[in-house]
């Protein structure tokens, strides 16, 4: 495989923005490798508006499994890319902040962001 700089810029670019606090969705094209219920998992995390949170409970409900709050935190945690698609915002039914690849730290830091530059 070859790098395609035009593409590495536009990534970076839509990051560059989110860091800034001007984008708080990313418009990337993505090919994602996983199981249909990764996939489903996955495509529901994009829903969650920037600056809010769901729980892991209310995730499996979206996704039509209201008993596999496990089963989506497993996905979750499987996710490829982590800030594209925001499973940082998926916490603990009581609120806390759970389960996340970066560690808890990262996980407490982008959300604080989210919600201080939600509009």
């Known amino acids: 495989m070859t790098r395609d700089d035009h593409k590495v810029e536009f ?10 606090g001007k ?4 418009d990337l ?5 996983g199981t249909p ?5 996955w495509n529901e995390l ?3 508006p920037f600056g809010e949170t769901i729980s892991y409970q209310t995730l499996a409900t979206r996704v039509g499994n209201p008993n596999a709050s496990r089963a989506v935190g497993a996905a979750n945690g499987n996710n490829p890319v982590s800030l594209i698609i925001p499973c940082h915002r998926v916490i603990g ?3 806390s ?6 560690g808890i730290p990262i996980k407490e830091k982008l959300l604080a962001f989210e919600k ?3 509009g």
């Open 46 to 48: 994009c829903h969650i």
């Open 29 to 33: 094209p993505m090919h994602l490798y």
């Open 93 to 95: 039914s009581d609120g």
């Open 37 to 41: 219920f990764q996939i489903k998992v």
């Open 11 to 20: 990534v970076a670019r839509q990051i560059r923005e989110y860091q800034q």
């Open 97 to 102: 902040l759970t389960g996340y690849e970066g």
């Open 23 to 26: 984008r708080v969705n990313f």
């Open 116 to 118: 201080q530059n939600a």
